[in-house]
């Protein structure tokens, strides 16, 4: 069974960076999109930034520019790179491939 490790989260202040990893172990169909989601207390998970099937990069209209998710196939990684945080960006960041989801990591930003 696939498991997802994220890595990274922790406090930074507004206009910081933070560098998210996810790490699987085993391999999923190629059918399945992987990327990374988020949810804040009293709110819905929600889609940050995931590459599709074909590839391509998809991001929420929220963090477009200022987050970049990259990927190494070879092993098995995605990063998720967060530029010029904001407090609402404060959340419990998933990684997800297909069903498989991570344990997730917070990553609070405050002054």
């Known amino acids: 069974q696939v498991q997802l490790v994220e890595s990274g989260g922790g406090l930074v202040q507004p206009g910081g960076s933070l560098r998210l990893s996810c790490a699987a172990s085993g391999n999923m169909p190629l059918k399945y999109a992987r990327g990374w989601y988020r949810q804040s207390p009293g709110k819905q998970r929600e889609m940050v930034a995931i590459f599709t099937i074909n590839g391509k990069p998809v991001y929420a209209d929220s963090v477009k520019g200022r987050f970049t998710i990259s990927r190494d196939n070879a092993n098995n990684t995605w990063d998720l790179q967060m530029n010029s945080l904001k407090p609402e960006d404060t959340a419990v960041y998933y990684c997800?491939?297909?069903?498989?989801w991570g344990q997730g990591t917070q990553v609070t930003v405050s002054s």
């Open positions: 997800q491939w297909g069903p498989r």
